[in-house]
């Protein structure tokens, strides 16, 4: 963004200006449009190389377990070959073995290089008589919002001063979250968050820009791609032995979860099902396609001429708490899936609207009697905590995605910073800025999304034991420190200690 310096040392110090439009010329949450690259990273182009490959090795890692999952359980003959199709679990266990997604060794030795000098370059950002840099950082970051939440204008600008000289969007994970939380502190002070939630847009990438930016994000945080293999092993089960099918997906996106699946489905022993598809938009879907619905629509009718399986698409263009059970469409005779991916805690609750939309869209899913449905959701609690328990949260929160995102993408990478600027910071912006109706990122614990599904009917739907050993052999192939737990039949997704994202199924 040209509001930046190019200079690699060059902190970010300005939090001014933020209650109106012209606040995109001055904020982090811009887009940069030139960045010197470290000589420690590899360029751009091969970075993308790499990426690809993984993203290829992946697709045919989900699309081969969705094939596994509804393939009968026992062994048996094939008619075109003379040996014996083998049954699940030593399936599993071969094609795992086979997978890698690791880079090669220019990228890790690059990495290795870089992440030992970039240590001795930032320097003493702090006295070394005090604590370790990073705990002082939060620290800081605390008293500014303690500052706030008890309306200490003077404390606050004071603090705010002080804490602009230890952030930003090039340093290390917690220098460029902070740089982001101290937006949304500035935005909560001049009430202002609302504003910037939406203002952001002045200075969006075109769609097809934007679009890049949520795919990178998926690619490089691999606890996204593997709660939607999660719900997709769960749906094919269901689907196993099912002629027709529905699948209702509230936040469709791009409809790109469904690839696999409908791939599965067309080489399903005994013929595909015939597929529909309901999918559910709002306006950031819209943008970030560049067009309507119509664009899934033709998606899918591609993939199903390419594959040969039956698939009708239905469009409900509305926000999900507003969907009726008369815009479903559902019919008898077909299995019903119902999808929650990332979108179910913007649907407001009891505490923002007397009429509980959350609850009552999860009362009005059960009335439909699906066979299964699925949960992914991030591992937060910020719905109705109050103001500082909710920024410490926040901060613990995106301290271990964007530790995590180090693991890809170097420090000054340009896909790097366009990726926190347009896929998180916002979100964090209307975490720590808003309040009521106004603040829709309301993210819940599993716990808590385990109640309100027990209160609308549902019963737990336990996910695959091999979905989750595939899952785990994957994960070694990004970093040891990617965890993963199964709880109840449901999966927790995290780093190190953290727990990002949990996926759950339901019927």
């Not at 996204?224 to 997709?232: E, I, P, R, V």
């Not at 890809?408 to 979100?427: P, Y």
Request: hydrophobic content about 35%; some cysteine; overall charge neutral.
């Amino acid at each position: 963004m040209a509001a930046l310096s190019n200079s690699q040392d060059q902190q970010y110090s300005s939090t001014e200006n933020l209650s109106g439009i012209s606040a995109c010329h001055n904020s982090p949450l811009e887009i940069e449009s030139s960045s010197q690259r470290s000589p420690l990273s590899l360029p751009d182009s091969q970075t993308t190389t790499v990426r690809s490959n993984a993203i290829s090795n992946m697709r045919n890692a989900l699309q081969e377990l969705e094939t596994v999952l509804m393939a009968p359980d026992t062994d048996e003959a094939t008619t075109s070959k003379p040996s014996i199709v083998l049954n699940k679990q030593q399936r599993l266990r071969d094609w795992v073995s086979q997978i890698s997604v690791e880079e090669p060794q220019q990228t890790k030795a690059s990495r290795g290089s870089h992440s030992e000098k970039r240590q001795k370059a930032l320097g003493d950002v702090f006295n070394s008589q005090g604590p370790p840099k990073r705990d002082n950082v939060k620290h800081l970051l605390i008293e500014c919002a303690k500052a706030v939440a008890e309306d200490r204008t003077s404390d606050f600008e004071r603090l705010l001063q002080e804490a602009r000289g230890y952030v930003s969007i090039r340093g290390d994970p917690v220098q460029r979250l902070g740089a982001y939380m101290l937006e949304g502190l500035v935005a909560r002070q001049e009430s202002s968050g609302t504003n910037i939630y939406r203002a952001l847009r002045c200075k969006e990438p075109e769609s097809n820009e934007l679009l890049s930016y949520m795919h990178i994000l998926y690619d490089v945080c691999p606890y996204f791609k593997f709660g939607y293999m999660a719900a997709n092993g769960a749906i094919a089960e269901a689907f196993r032995k099912e002629d027709r099918v529905h699948i209702i997906d509230f936040q469709i996106a791009q409809g790109t979860q469904w690839v696999t699946l409908i791939q599965a489905l067309a080489a399903r022993p005994g013929g595909p099902p015939h597929v529909r598809i309901t999918g559910i938009d709002d306006p950031l879907s819209n943008y970030a396609r560049g067009e309507g619905l119509q664009a899934v629509g033709r998606k899918l009718a591609s993939l199903s001429e390419h594959f040969k399986i039956p698939v009708e698409f239905n469009p409900v263009p509305v926000f999900a708490s507003n969907v009726t059970r008369e815009m479903l469409d559902v019919r008898p005779g077909e299995a019903l899936a119902v999808n929650f991916t990332l979108h179910l805690h913007h649907t407001p609750d009891e505490s923002v609207d007397v009429n509980n939309p959350r609850d009552g869209l999860l009362r009005m899913v059960k009335s439909l009697s699906p066979k299964v449905t699925t949960l992914v959701e991030q591992e937060s609690n910020t719905n109705t905590t109050p103001f500082l328990t909710r920024f410490v949260e926040t901060m613990d929160y995106y301290s271990a995605m964007f530790e995590s995102i180090d693991v890809t993408l170097a420090r000054d990478s340009k896909d790097r910073i366009s990726v926190e600027q347009h896929c998180l910071a916002r979100d964090i912006v209307n975490v720590v800025a808003c309040e009521g109706k106004e603040r829709v990122e309301r993210h819940e614990l599993l716990g808590k999304w385990r109640s309100r599904l027990g209160m609308a009917g549902f019963t737990a739907y336990p996910l695959s034991k091999y979905v989750n050993s595939v899952i785990r052999s994957l994960l070694r192939c990004y970093s040891e420190n990617y965890t993963l737990v199964e709880k109840d039949g449901a999966m927790l997704l995290g780093w190190k200690d953290r727990n990002l994202i949990s996926a759950s199924a339901w019927h």
